[in-house]
């Protein structure tokens, strides 16, 4: 019955993370998925996340609503749009979703059903794999725009805006709200201006993926510009957040989808219609991140605290990119490696190509995405110097 399945290719990101829990070397690096690491180099719970577990303990495991926790959706869309709401809140729905992935995945299917047929959406090049997975299995036909520069190591800026100006009038575009992934490489506040002009003029919608809001800028607000520009742009949009790195609740699976629409009567409609397709999928979200993220962002304590955190999250990876680069100067490692820290957020876009990355994962045991990613969160003290001697040696061989 079955011989006909064919295998399935690795998943580019979670492929690798299993390749290094698999190996045995003693001096092995994970830099391969966007997961915060300490110091030390271990998982962190949040002290904030810990705080409210505490008060969570013995909670009731009962359904939750399919559209989830309703003081959870409130939070959400507050968090990411912030003063941009407004009163526009009427004219909004948010529902509770496993993750970024999830909200994505819903969105994505809402668009196949409600946006004109043949809507393309628009995915940066290179952008975060499982883009055009969620559009492929969703049925939606993903398309790519123009993002990262690899001689400059920067923004494509004039081939991003010539790519929207050519694509159809009324096509999605998903945008990475900060600390764009893979590349660590984000439009300055006045190229996003720019790019809610030429949306506008094209009747475009923006689908921003949030899955790094606090970690490129260390400031909740400061990281929240781009949605709040097109919210106040007025946009119908739609945005996917998710708890998993700013929460560091990854395997908890804690998340929005936001719909933002021109007109308050149709909400009541267009939350029906989500709830049914997540009642057909997975009938109601998990309760226990929600729960946390919730329980953090209603006290203004537990908010203080997990803001903290955040800072200190995102200020170890920032000292991480100032340490490789000088660790890559004082072993005189050819070319430039101020990219480094001229991105933002987890990842560093190396340049490194295919065969250097094979030396670094064959030779050194270092583990980084294929395309040269490195999630700068697997750097430490402790593993730097190793890290850019294995650089060093990819570069010169
Ligand atoms: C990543 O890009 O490494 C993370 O977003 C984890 C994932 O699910 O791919």
């Given amino acids: 019955l079955f011989e006909n399945v064919p295998l399935a290719p690795v998943d580019p990101i979670l492929g690798v993370s299993v390749a290094f829990k698999a190996d045995t070397d003693p001096n092995k690096v994970d830099t391969s998925v966007g997961a915060y690491r300490d110091e030390n180099g271990k998982p962190y719970v949040l002290k904030s996340v810990y705080e409210a577990e505490k008060r969570l303990l013995g909670a009731p495991k009962e359904y939750l609503p399919i559209d989830g926790i309703p003081e959870f959706n409130k939070l959400s869309a507050k968090l990411?749009?912030?003063?941009?709401?407004?009163?526009?809140?009427?004219?909004?729905?948010?529902?509770?979703?496993?993750?970024?992935?999830?909200?994505?995945?819903?969105?994505?299917?809402?668009?196949?059903?409600?946006?004109?047929?043949?809507?393309?959406?628009?995915?940066?090049?290179?952008?975060?794999?499982?883009?055009?997975n969620i559009c492929?299995?969703?049925?939606?036909?993903?398309?790519?725009?123009?993002?990262?520069?690899?001689?400059?190591?920067?923004?494509?800026?004039?081939?991003?805006?010539a790519d929207m100006k050519a694509a159809p009038n009324g096509s999605v575009f998903v945008l990475h709200l900060c600390a764009h992934n893979p590349t660590g490489v984000d439009p300055t506040h006045e190229q996003w201006n720019v790019i809610a002009d030429v949306m506008r003029e094209k009747n475009h919608i923006p689908f921003m993926d949030?899955?790094?809001?606090?970690?490129?800028?260390g400031d909740l607000d400061y990281d929240a510009y781009s949605a709040r520009l097109f919210l106040n742009r007025g946009f119908e949009m739609f945005s996917a957040q998710s708890y998993s790195k700013n929460f560091g609740l990854y395997g908890e699976r804690a998340g929005a989808l936001t719909i933002v629409s021109h007109r308050e009567d149709v909400i009541p409609k267009m939350l029906s219609q989500l709830k049914m397709d997540i009642r057909a999928m997975y009938s109601s979200p998990p309760t226990h991140g929600a729960r946390i993220v919730t329980t953090v962002l209603s006290d203004p304590e537990l908010t203080a605290l997990w803001v903290k955190e955040l800072k200190e999250m995102s200020g170890r990876?920032?000292?991480?990119?100032?340490?490789?680069?000088?660790?890559?100067?004082?072993?005189?490692?050819?070319?430039?490696?101020?990219?480094?820290?001229?991105?933002?957020?987890?990842?560093?876009y190396t340049g490194l190509s295919p065969a250097q990355v094979e030396i670094l994962v064959k030779k050194y045991h270092i583990y980084l995405l294929g395309s040269g990613r490195v999630?700068?969160?697997?750097?430490?003290?402790?593993?730097?110097?190793?890290?850019?001697?294995?650089?060093?040696?990819?570069?010169?061989?």
């Fill in 375 to 397: 999630s700068l969160a697997g750097l430490n003290d402790n593993n730097i110097m190793y890290f850019a001697k294995a650089v060093a040696d990819a570069v010169q061989n």
């Fill in 136 to 161: 492929k299995e969703s049925g939606v036909k993903s398309a790519e725009y123009t993002y990262y520069n690899p001689k400059t190591k920067g923004l494509d800026f004039e081939g991003m805006i």
């Fill in 210 to 217: 949030c899955a790094y809001q606090g970690y490129a800028s």
């Fill in 317 to 348: 990876i920032k000292d991480v990119r100032q340490k490789v680069v000088d660790a890559l100067a004082q072993l005189n490692v050819p070319g430039s490696w101020k990219h480094i820290t001229d991105q933002i957020g987890m990842f560093t």
């Fill in 80 to 132: 990411l749009y912030g003063d941009a709401m407004n009163g526009k809140e009427k004219r909004m729905v948010t529902v509770q979703a496993l993750s970024g992935t999830g909200a994505l995945r819903i969105g994505i299917i809402f668009i196949r059903k409600y946006l004109p047929a043949g809507t393309v959406v628009y995915v940066s090049r290179p952008s975060w794999a499982n883009h055009h």
